[in-house]
C-alpha cells in the first residue's frame, strides 16, 4: 500500500504531532480512547460502503533514524473473530508551501473485512489516512497558534510599569447631558394632531388591557377587538313580529265579510 496526501504545515511542526502519543491519538478520526489504556488504544469503527466494522486495539508510533516514522498494530473485531495487524512507515518531504507525507505499509486482516469488495476496502483505508493527516495538520496549527498567544501574553506581563513611578492619567471625563443646552422643541398644528392620535392610541390600550385583568387566556385569544379595530356590525332587517304579520290579512277578511253581509240585507229588503 501507498499513498501521498499534500498538508499546507510544515514537516518539522508535523514532526512534533508525530513525537507526542497523545497528540497522535486525537489526530486518528473515530478513535475512542479507553480509560487507563496507553495512548493510541481504543476502538476504531471503519465504515466500509453500506457497511461498518468496529476494531479495538492499540498503535505505537516511534521515530527512525533517518527521519520517517513506524507505525506498528493489531486489533480485533469487538463483535466477531476478525483481526487486522499493521505495518506502515511515515515519511515527511517538504514541498511549497507545506509538506507532502507518504505512507506506505502492509496490512494482513480476516474476518469480515475480508467478506467486503477490495476497491471499497482501499477506498475506506484512503480516506482513513486523508483524514489522519488532515487531523495532524490541525494539531500543528492549533500547536503555533497557542504558542503565539502564550508569548504574546509573556510579553504583556514583562513589560515594565515604572515601578510606579508614572501615575495613570485620569480617564476623560464625560460630558454630562444635564448641563446642556437643548433647544425649545417647536410644536405646529401637525405635530399636535400627531400628539391627540397617540394620547387616544395610547388610552385605548390601558382600556384594553383593564377589561382583560383576571379574564382567562381562552376568553383573551377569544374575545373580539375593541377600538378602532373593532369588527363593523352587518346591517340588520327589521322584520314585524309574527302577530303582525297575521293582523292585516284578518283585517281584509273581516272588511269583505262585512261587506258582503250588508250586500245580502240589502237584497232582501
Same mark, same amino acid.
Not at 506506505?104 to 477506498?123: F, K, M, Q, Y
Not at 486523508?130 to 502564550?150: K, V
Not at 399636535?192 to 390600550?205: G, K, P
Given at each position: 500500500?501507498?499513498?501521498? $496526501?499534500?498538508?499546507?504545515?510544515?514537516?518539522?511542526?508535523?514532526?512534533?504531532?508525530?513525537?507526542?502519543?497523545?497528540?497522535?491519538?486525537?489526530?486518528?478520526?473515530?478513535?475512542?480512547?479507553? =480509560?487507563?489504556?496507553? @495512548?493510541? !488504544?481504543?476502538?476504531?469503527?471503519?465504515? $466500509?460502503?453500506? #457497511?461498518?466494522?468496529?476494531?479495538?486495539?492499540?498503535? &505505537? $508510533?516511534?521515530?527512525?533514524?533517518?527521519?520517517?516514522?513506524?507505525?506498528?498494530?493489531?486489533?480485533?473485531?469487538?463483535?466477531?473473530?476478525?483481526?487486522?495487524? /499493521?505495518?506502515?512507515?511515515?515519511?515527511?518531504?517538504?514541498? +511549497? #508551501?507545506?509538506?507532502?507525507?507518504?505512507?506506505? %505499509?502492509?496490512?494482513?486482516?480476516?474476518? &469480515?473485512?475480508?467478506?467486503?469488495?477490495?476497491?471499497?476496502?482501499?477506498?475506506?483505508?484512503? &480516506? /482513513?489516512?486523508?483524514?489522519?493527516?488532515? #487531523?495532524?495538520?490541525?494539531?500543528?496549527?492549533?500547536?503555533?497558534?497557542?504558542?503565539?498567544?502564550?508569548?504574546?501574553? %509573556?510579553?504583556?506581563?514583562?513589560?515594565?510599569?515604572?515601578?510606579?513611578?508614572?501615575?495613570?492619567? @485620569?480617564?476623560?471625563?464625560?460630558?454630562?447631558?444635564?448641563?446642556?443646552?437643548?433647544?425649545?422643541?417647536?410644536? %405646529?398644528?401637525?405635530?399636535? +394632531?400627531? +400628539?391627540?392620535?397617540?394620547?387616544?392610541?395610547? =388610552?385605548?390600550?390601558?382600556?384594553?388591557? &383593564?377589561?382583560?385583568?383576571?379574564?382567562?387566556?381562552?376568553?383573551?385569544?377569544?374575545?373580539? @377587538?375593541? %377600538?378602532?379595530? !373593532?369588527?363593523?356590525?352587518?346591517?340588520?332587517?327589521?322584520?314585524?313580529?309574527? @302577530?303582525?304579520?297575521?293582523?292585516?290579512?284578518? !283585517?281584509? /277578511?273581516?272588511?269583505?265579510?262585512?261587506?258582503?253581509?250588508?250586500?245580502?240585507?240589502?237584497?232582501?229588503?
Amino acid at each position: 500500500m501507498e499513498h501521498e $496526501v499534500f498538508v499546507p504545515v510544515p514537516a518539522e511542526r508535523l514532526r512534533e504531532v508525530l513525537d507526542d502519543p497523545a497528540r497522535v491519538a486525537r489526530a486518528v478520526p473515530g478513535l475512542q480512547q479507553d =480509560a487507563g489504556a496507553e @495512548p493510541v !488504544a481504543g476502538r476504531l469503527k471503519i465504515r $466500509v460502503g453500506s #457497511h461498518s466494522v468496529t476494531y479495538r486495539g492499540a498503535v &505505537r $508510533v516511534s521515530r527512525r533514524d533517518d527521519g520517517s516514522y513506524a507505525v506498528e498494530g493489531e486489533a480485533e473485531e469487538s463483535r466477531g473473530s476478525g483481526s487486522v495487524e /499493521l505495518t506502515l512507515r511515515i515519511a515527511l518531504r517538504d514541498a +511549497e #508551501h507545506g509538506c507532502t507525507v507518504r505512507y506506505d %505499509g502492509t496490512a494482513s486482516a480476516d474476518g &469480515r473485512i475480508t467478506d467486503l469488495p477490495a476497491e471499497a476496502v482501499e477506498g475506506a483505508v484512503t &480516506r /482513513l489516512l486523508n483524514r489522519f493527516a488532515e #487531523h495532524l495538520a490541525t494539531a500543528a496549527t492549533q500547536g503555533t497558534d497557542d504558542e503565539r498567544a502564550g508569548a504574546g501574553a %509573556g510579553a504583556e506581563e514583562q513589560t515594565p510599569a515604572d515601578l510606579g513611578l508614572t501615575e495613570e492619567p @485620569p480617564p476623560p471625563e464625560r460630558p454630562s447631558a444635564f448641563g446642556a443646552d437643548r433647544p425649545a422643541p417647536s410644536h %405646529g398644528p401637525e405635530d399636535e +394632531e400627531d +400628539e391627540e392620535e397617540n394620547d387616544e392610541d395610547i =388610552a385605548e390600550a390601558a382600556h384594553a388591557r &383593564r377589561t382583560m385583568i383576571g379574564r382567562s387566556a381562552e376568553e383573551v385569544d377569544h374575545a373580539p @377587538p375593541r %377600538g378602532r379595530y !373593532a369588527p363593523v356590525p352587518a346591517p340588520q332587517t327589521v322584520s314585524p313580529p309574527a @302577530p303582525l304579520r297575521w293582523a292585516a290579512p284578518a !283585517a281584509a /277578511l273581516a272588511v269583505a265579510s262585512a261587506i258582503v253581509a250588508v250586500r245580502a240585507l240589502r237584497r232582501r229588503r
